[in-house]
């Protein structure tokens, strides 16, 4: 499989390694974090009881699909990704967790899903921003409604990032936006942030999804708190993967973004340290007369 970081120029546009085990150790930890950031598995919904299958697209390691069929037996999950080692993860760790109903396959998100057309009640994606862009995600939202039932629910929940007190880690984020924007794959006019957080739900309403909601998060991991040490964790990794994203895109010199990287790092460890992640989640749900046609 071919990787670019530019639009529509690979078949893996992933702007990290998928197959790094540091990435997989790094998407474990962060899904816990994310869900308790949320509040849980479904935090805006309480009515679950016409929910039995469920898809989540980009499902990494498994961690939302796995807890999902953890705590709701009854219904079906399965998680797609791009990336095989994380899905034999997925999939041994709902072996040895003695989940039948966690299902997981590996599927390129942006073709053609490999679903019949009215397979599944709920659609999830979170923080699928890493390989989605402008031209990507309106056919993905056209795949995810292709493949719910009628009346059923597409979720999504996407992050902003790069919001600190601190002047490098400011920096280091700024880079990853002007990157993301250099390759077709920013949502921001300026390329000044994801800008992907606005959009979506003018997204869900042109494809087609029906009565859009919407539920805002903020991560706060400054200095003190409790998810200061894992995040500080979590963006030594990322940021260090990222960095060849950074230099295909030319955004500065590998000197430049060396010394940005440490410098956040040192940073992030100063007891004033202050950041938050946004984080937004928006849903509809598909007309009731919904019928789509297999090609
Ligand atoms: C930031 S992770 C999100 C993981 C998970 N959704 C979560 O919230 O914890 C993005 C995931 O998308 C996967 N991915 C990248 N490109 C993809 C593609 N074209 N199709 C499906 N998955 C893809 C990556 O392998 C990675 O596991």
Same mark, same amino acid.
């Given at each position: 499989?071919?990787?670019?970081?530019?639009?529509?120029?690979?078949?893996?546009? +992933?702007?990290?390694?998928?197959?790094?085990?540091?990435?997989?150790? #790094?998407?474990?930890?962060?899904?816990?974090?994310?869900? #308790?950031?949320?509040?849980?598995? !479904?935090?805006?919904?309480?009515?679950?009881?016409?929910?039995?299958?469920? =898809?989540?697209?980009?499902?990494?390691?498994?961690?939302?699909?796995?807890?999902?069929?953890?705590?709701?037996?009854?219904?079906e999950v399965t998680g797609i990704d791009i990336s095989e080692s994380?899905?034999? +993860?997925?999939?041994?760790?709902?072996?040895?967790?003695?989940?039948?109903?966690?299902?997981? #396959?590996?599927?390129?998100?942006?073709?053609?899903?490999?679903?019949?057309?009215?397979?599944?009640?709920?659609?999830?994606?979170?923080?699928?921003?890493?390989?989605?862009?402008?031209?990507?995600?309106?056919?993905? !939202?056209?795949?995810? @409604?292709?493949? =719910?039932?009628?009346?059923?629910? %597409?979720?999504?929940?996407?992050?902003? $990032?790069? %919001?600190?007190?601190?002047?490098?880690?400011?920096?280091? +984020?700024?880079?990853?936006?002007?990157?993301?924007?250099?390759?077709? #794959?920013? %949502?921001?006019?300026?390329?000044?942030?994801?800008?992907?957080?606005?959009?979506?739900? $003018? *997204?869900?309403? &042109?494809?087609?999804? @029906?009565?859009?909601?919407?539920?805002?998060?903020? *991560?706060?991991?400054?200095?003190? &708190?409790?998810?200061?040490?894992?995040?500080?964790?979590?963006?030594?990794?990322?940021?260090? =993967?990222?960095?060849?994203?950074?230099?295909?895109?030319?955004?500065?010199?590998?000197?430049?973004?060396?010394?940005?990287?440490?410098?956040?790092?040192?940073?992030?460890?100063?007891?004033?340290?202050?950041?938050?992640?946004?984080? =937004? &989640?928006?849903?509809?749900?598909?007309?009731?007369?919904?019928?789509?046609?297999?090609?």
């Open positions: 499989m071919t990787q670019s970081y530019s639009e529509g120029q690979s078949d893996n546009s +992933y702007v990290i390694d998928a197959e790094s085990g540091e990435e997989m150790a #790094r998407l474990i930890d962060q899904d816990r974090l994310v869900t #308790r950031t949320m509040g849980g598995l !479904f935090s805006e919904r309480e009515d679950l009881s016409t929910i039995f299958d469920v =898809l989540d697209i980009g499902c990494g390691p498994g961690g939302w699909v796995l807890d999902v069929a953890h705590t709701y037996p009854e219904m994380m899905i034999q +993860y997925a999939q041994a760790y709902a072996q040895v967790r003695q989940l039948p109903n966690a299902h997981f #396959r590996v599927m390129n998100a942006l073709h053609h899903l490999d679903f019949p057309a009215a397979s599944f009640d709920l659609v999830n994606a979170r923080t699928i921003v890493g390989f989605v862009s402008p031209k990507t995600l309106p056919p993905l !939202f056209a795949e995810c @409604r292709r493949v =719910l039932r009628p009346g059923g629910v %597409f979720r999504i929940t996407e992050p902003e $990032h790069g %919001f600190s007190n601190k002047a490098a880690f400011e920096t280091f +984020y700024g880079l990853v936006n002007r990157a993301a924007s250099l390759a077709g #794959r920013s %949502f921001s006019p300026t390329g000044n942030h994801l800008g992907i957080t606005p959009v979506l739900d $003018h *997204l869900l309403r &042109t494809a087609g999804f @029906r009565t859009t909601g919407s539920k805002a998060y903020t *991560l706060n991991f400054s200095a003190g &708190t409790p998810a200061h040490i894992p995040i500080q964790e979590d963006l030594k990794i990322a940021f260090r =993967l990222l960095q060849p994203f950074l230099l295909s895109m030319r955004v500065a010199p590998k000197e430049e973004i060396e010394y940005l990287y440490e410098q956040a790092m040192n940073e992030m460890l100063e007891e004033d340290f202050c950041a938050l992640w946004y984080f =937004l &989640t928006v849903w509809g749900s598909t007309p009731q007369e919904d019928h789509f046609q297999e090609g």
